[in-house]
């Protein structure tokens, strides 16, 4: 910061187990990633290269090495893996994996309908290889998912090996945790929270009003995915009570 000021808190340093922050790259160009990187590489946890983008980005090869060389790791999104999935070739996902040498996955079925067995198979053999996140949450907004089963996933797919369990959004912050009108599911979150340590879930949370909503319930040190690039300054000042809509809340 350029600033001293009193009464901050404290957030936490890489590599972060909590606190986290994951970007998602919707197929920005290169100069876009080194601006990303130059602005804001410090508070940038994770990028997340959405849905099945990283099939049609020119230069991947080159992306991935300017991250990982600004100290931030990258992943495919779940999307991709769902593609070969369903095509029965996860063992050529994992190949891609190799060939690009990354060190997570994200397993998800939000797109596709397995039973929920073959799902953890899937990330107990990841995670032979890769360090996994596992989403829960259906991309369909007419699709609710009761809150018990919510939990009883999670806690599934921790045991199978996920290192955190994401709670589906979209880019659009319209589905899984939230009603289509953006708002947080608040019953569901806090009923999850009963059962699944914080800091073993990453919150997708792509609007302002939803990451000020975490931030004020579970503090600084939330994590929080699907942040647009232009907006992780802005995420840090919402974490550390210096915008507005936080700004009282550790004076």
């Not at 992943?75 to 991709?80: A, D, Q, R």
């Not at 939000?110 to 799902?119: E, Q, R, V």
Request: proline residues 3%; glycine residues 8%.
């Amino acid at each position: 910061m350029n600033f001293n000021l009193k009464n901050l808190p404290e957030r936490t340093d890489k590599p972060r187990e909590s606190g986290i922050t994951m970007v998602i790259d919707k197929g920005s160009s290169l100069q876009e990633c080194k601006n990303l990187i130059e602005s804001s590489s410090k508070y940038i946890d994770f990028v997340k290269f959405g849905w099945t983008t990283a099939n049609f980005s020119e230069h991947l090869v080159e992306k991935i090495k300017l991250f990982e060389d600004a100290d931030i790791n990258v992943y495919f999104g779940g999307t991709l893996f769902e593609a070969f999935a369903i095509r029965d070739q996860f063992d050529d996902y994992i190949k891609v994996l190799k060939k690009y040498n990354l060190k997570y996955a994200e397993v998800s079925d939000g797109s596709i309908s397995i039973p929920h067995k073959k799902k953890c198979e899937y990330i107990e053999r990841l995670a032979n290889h890769v360090t996994v996140f596992s989403e829960i949450g259906s991309k369909d907004e007419k699709k609710i998912i009761p809150p018990y089963k919510w939990i009883r996933q999670m806690k599934a797919e921790l045991n199978a090996g996920s290192w955190k369990v994401i709670g589906e959004a979209r880019e659009s912050g319209s589905v899984g945790l939230f009603r289509s009108s953006g708002e947080v599911r608040q019953g569901l979150v806090e009923e999850i929270l009963t059962e699944i340590p914080t800091e073993k879930i990453l919150w997708e949370a792509p609007l302002k009003a939803q990451q000020v909503w975490f931030v004020e319930l579970l503090g600084q040190n939330v994590n929080l995915g699907n942040i647009s690039g232009n907006e992780v300054i802005s995420l840090e000042t919402i974490r550390v009570g210096l915008r507005g809509d936080t700004f009282n809340q550790y004076l």
